[in-house]
């Protein structure tokens, strides 16, 4: 036999108890003793917004694909060398002229003049017509 328990009057009067209505508060503070009351701004004057029609909003919609297609092939377009900013160095060919630049050295210049191999006999040919191994940005020398 199974013994069920009573409902205790208390709590089944809490759960039907009907509860009073809600009211809104304004927003700052969120009593009556709020310190700062909700001020309606001024009203907003201009001219009135038309509604946009499918058909423009598609057509606008359409438009603004278009142009981020075309801008993305014009950014494919371009190679990307370009798009690092720098030029590579012109090649050295023996017997031109050659302006030295700020960090050259006549190791460095001989190095893209030649092979590996022969890059010391390169700058041993330098700095005889230089009549030294230190060279100088802005001097002109005349590649062997």
């Known amino acids: 036999m199974a013994i069920a328990p009573l409902p205790d009057p208390e709590l089944l009067g809490a759960l039907t108890a009907t509860r009073?209505?809600?009211?809104?508060l304004p927003f700052p503070g969120g009593s009556s003793r709020a310190a700062d009351p909700v001020v309606p701004g001024p009203p907003v004057v201009g001219p009135p917004r038309r509604a946009?029609?499918?058909?423009?909003?598609?057509?606008?919609?359409?438009?603004a694909l278009v142009a981020l297609l075309v801008?993305?092939?014009?950014?494919l377009a371009v190679p990307?060398?370009?798009?690092?900013?720098?030029?590579?160095a012109p090649p050295l060919v023996p017997g031109d002229s050659y302006v030295v630049r700020a960090g050259d050295?006549?190791?460095?210049?001989?190095?893209?003049l030649g092979s590996p191999a022969e890059q010391a006999s390169l700058v041993r040919a330098m700095a005889a017509e230089t009549g030294s191994v230190n060279v100088v940005p802005g001097e002109h020398l005349v590649l062997p």
């Open 20 to 24: 009073p209505p809600l009211r809104l």
């Open 52 to 63: 946009m029609s499918s058909a423009r909003r598609a057509r606008l919609r359409r438009t």
């Open 71 to 75: 801008g993305l092939l014009g950014a």
């Open 80 to 88: 990307v060398r370009e798009l690092a900013g720098t030029t590579g």
């Open 105 to 112: 050295t006549l190791s460095s210049i001989a190095g893209r």
